[in-house]
C-alpha cells in the first residue's frame, strides 16, 4: 500500500477489539492506514439506513443522490472521530433521518443520534473501507437463513463499482476539502 496498492475492505476488515480473538495489535493498519483506530460498538440486527453523500466530488460518489438507503447491514462505531484526521476523506456516513437505527435486542446496540461514517478513503493510499457487508441472517430462530443481501441494492453497487473503478484508475483524486 506505500508503494501505490489499491485495496477496499468491507465491514470486518476493520474490526479490531482487544481483548478478543482479533486483537487491536497493528498500528499502522488500524490507526495510519484505516484511520479508525478499535471497534467500538455496533447496530443489531442488521437494518437498513439512510446514508449521506460526505464528498460528492469523489470519483465513488458520483451520480449517487445526495441520501439513498443502503441494504440491511450491521453498522459499526470507532474509537477514532475520523473527521478529526485530515487524511481521511469520509465518502458515505449514515443521516440522522435513520435514527433510531438497530432493533436490538440490547439496548446499547440500538444509535439514538451521533455521526458514524460508513465509507472513506484515506488521501496517502489507494483505499476505500465500506463498512457493509453484514446481511440480516436468522440466528434468533436457528435457521442461520440469510434474509437481506448487500450486493443487492442498486446504488450501494454503483458505490462500490465506481469505487474499484477510482481504485483501477491513474488518477490521482483531490478531495473538495484539501
Same mark, same amino acid.
Given at each position: 500500500?506505500?508503494?501505490?496498492? /489499491? ?11 482487544? $481483548? ?5 495489535? %497493528? ?16 447496530? %443489531?440486527? $442488521?437494518? /437498513? ?7 460528492? &466530488? ?21 474509537? #477514532?472521530?475520523? &473527521? ?6 469520509? !465518502? ?24 458514524? $461514517?460508513? /465509507?472513506? @478513503? +484515506?488521501? #496517502? ?9 453484514? +446481511?440480516?441472517?436468522?440466528? *434468533?430462530?436457528? @435457521? +442461520?437463513? *440469510?434474509?437481506?443481501? @448487500?450486493?443487492? +441494492? ?9 469505487? !474499484?473503478? %477510482?481504485?483501477?484508475? &491513474?488518477?490521482?483524486?483531490?478531495? /473538495?476539502?484539501?
Amino acid at each position: 500500500m506505500e508503494h501505490g496498492g /489499491a485495496w477496499m475492505g468491507f465491514h470486518f476488515a476493520g474490526f479490531a477489539l482487544t $481483548p478478543s480473538g482479533y486483537p487491536q495489535n %497493528w498500528d499502522w493498519y488500524h490507526n495510519t492506514f484505516l484511520g479508525a483506530g478499535s471497534y467500538v460498538g455496533n447496530t %443489531w440486527r $442488521p437494518t /437498513a439506513a439512510v446514508l449521506r453523500v460526505e464528498d460528492r &466530488r469523489h470519483p465513488a460518489t458520483q451520480h449517487l443522490p445526495s441520501t439513498f438507503t443502503s441494504a440491511p447491514n450491521e453498522w459499526y462505531k470507532w474509537s #477514532n472521530d475520523l &473527521r478529526a484526521n485530515p487524511a481521511i476523506d469520509i !465518502l458515505l456516513a449514515i443521516d440522522p433521518k435513520s435514527f433510531p437505527l438497530g432493533t436490538g435486542p440490547k439496548p446499547h446496540e440500538i444509535w439514538h443520534s451521533g455521526y458514524y $461514517p460508513v /465509507a472513506w @478513503t +484515506n488521501k #496517502n493510499f489507494r483505499m476505500i473501507y465500506v463498512n457493509m457487508g453484514h +446481511n440480516d441472517i436468522d440466528y *434468533e430462530h436457528g @435457521t +442461520n437463513k *440469510e434474509l437481506s443481501f @448487500t450486493f443487492q +441494492n442498486k446504488l450501494q453497487n454503483q458505490f462500490i463499482v465506481n469505487g !474499484l473503478l %477510482w481504485l483501477g484508475s &491513474r488518477k490521482k483524486h483531490s478531495s /473538495a476539502r484539501d
